[in-house]
């Protein structure tokens, strides 16, 4: 039944060609086994759901079911090998591409470890990337507020510089070292000590006001980390999900290739066996006995389309033959030209009826 064989043929045949098939029938069924088995588990990295994934697990094993039960039973023996080939080339492209389908996910099983490693080291980058990425709207906000501070803090600097200077002028005078050289406290003494203390007000001022400014802007930048923190946190778990089917495929590619192409060939040898099978095996009985029923059913069929065609001939004939006769009669002649004559006359007083009512 698996193999598509015809169940009334193939009871008439030998054991020997009935193994034949059960052969084949067992590959198909097999395939289509190891073909819900992958799907089921690629689906479920999908979904994370036992009961969906084997829901369409069973729909896809079904699938490729009927798909291969279609190419085995559709493969013919023919007279010359070549056409054979011929025939079954494109169904040895769709058994390629259905080999890929299935080995794929189980692929995916086999090597999950290793796949886990890769995907763990892509993420650190993503985190990485993301953390650099995520910087990148909030660094140049933060630098400027960090030299608007130091421009504050130059400033208070600067004013403290200034001061001390005066401090120094106005000691020196009353020390004699510098000035008038002379000791005491004079006049100019007096006036560098006015400046003094009017530098030293200024500085508790803009110290003051420079110290609030600062702190309001450490506390912006505070809050502009929080918001990139925040940010970071918001986004990390897009990356710690990064582990779906796509991206496992992806890092099955960034793995050595040969055992995952052994894999593949594998799962293409049971794909195409039964097709190859079909192809290498001789003719044999249930071919013979096929190929007599089709025979007699296209001759059959070939018979009786003749014979239609044949009457439809004869028919055509006879019909002329009928009419010809028919339009010699004088009796068919005089019956038609009354009936004519008294058309043409509802005509003429129809139009005479339609023409008097526009007047």
Known sequence: MCSGADSMII?????????????IGATVFFTAIMAFIASSYALYTVFDNYFIA???GIIWGLLIFNLDRFIVSTIKKR?????????????????????VVISKPLELKLFEKEINQVLLVEKNQMTLDNKAQIAEQFTPKIESLKQEINTLKNEITSKEKETNALYETYIAEAEGRKGTLLVGKGPVYAEKR????AALAA???LKATNTQKIKDKETTIQLLLAEQKKSEIKTQPIISSFDGLMARVNA????????????????????????????IAPKGEYDFK??????????????KVDQRNKMLETDVIINKKVYDDISEEDELYTYKRKKARELMQLQADAFYKKQQKML
């Open 203 to 205: 500085l508790k001022e």
């Open 194 to 197: 006015q400046k003094h203390d």
């Open 54 to 56: 084997v829901i369409f």
């Open 79 to 99: 007279a010359h090998k070549w056409k054979e080939l011929v025939q079954a080339t494109p169904r040895i492209i769709l058994a390629i591409i259905i080999a």
């Open 11 to 23: 009871d008439d045949c030998s054991d020997g060609e009935q193994n034949k098939y059960v052969g």
């Open 290 to 303: 096929l190929e007599d029923r089709e025979t007699a059913i296209k001759n059959w069929v070939a018979q």
């Open 252 to 279: 099955l590619g960034k793995l050595p290739l040969a055992p995952s192409l052994f894999i593949f060939l594998l799962f293409l040898a049971i794909e195409t066996s039964p097709i190859f099978a079909k192809l």
